[in-house]
């Protein structure tokens, strides 16, 4: 039997009982299109957003930059995404794309894209995707 834990994000697989090996391949399809992923990378990144605040309080204009860049290198490269062609490079710029988004949403609960009368977190609960303005999100 097994179950995952109650983490929002990066949740666990809690195992009772003894562990086998497969001995084939395990295709992993969380997604049959941009349709089903964007507004998953969208609910993901705003869970991410908010666990990222927990754990600092600082947005840099270099996070927009670095961060997104590292995941894409890491995505096509060290994890061989170019092997994979055209869908490869998709998913390594939708992964890029999402880190962008993650600073985004911390930067923007902080208060750092908003006016003076506008501040306050969007991603207050973070358990549930923030209610943008319209013409955002």
Do not use: C
Request: glycine share 12%.
């Amino acid at each position: 039997r097994a179950r995952y834990d109650d983490r929002p994000l990066h949740e666990n697989l809690l195992i009772d009982g003894p562990v086998g090996m497969l001995r084939g391949d395990l295709i992993h399809e969380a997604f049959r299109g941009l349709d089903e992923r964007l507004p998953k990378l969208n609910r993901y990144t705003h869970l991410a957003a908010g666990d990222g605040l927990r754990k600092r309080r600082v947005v840099r204009w270099y996070d927009f930059v670095t961060r997104p860049l590292a995941i894409f290198l890491k995505v096509y490269a060290l994890k061989q995404g170019y092997r994979d062609g055209a869908v490869g490079f998709i998913h390594a710029g939708l992964s890029s794309f999402a880190a962008f988004a993650k600073y985004a949403k911390m930067w923007e609960a902080l208060g750092s894209l908003r006016g003076p009368k506008e501040k306050g977190g969007a991603l207050k609960d973070a358990s549930e995707p923030a209610e943008m303005p319209e013409g955002r999100g």
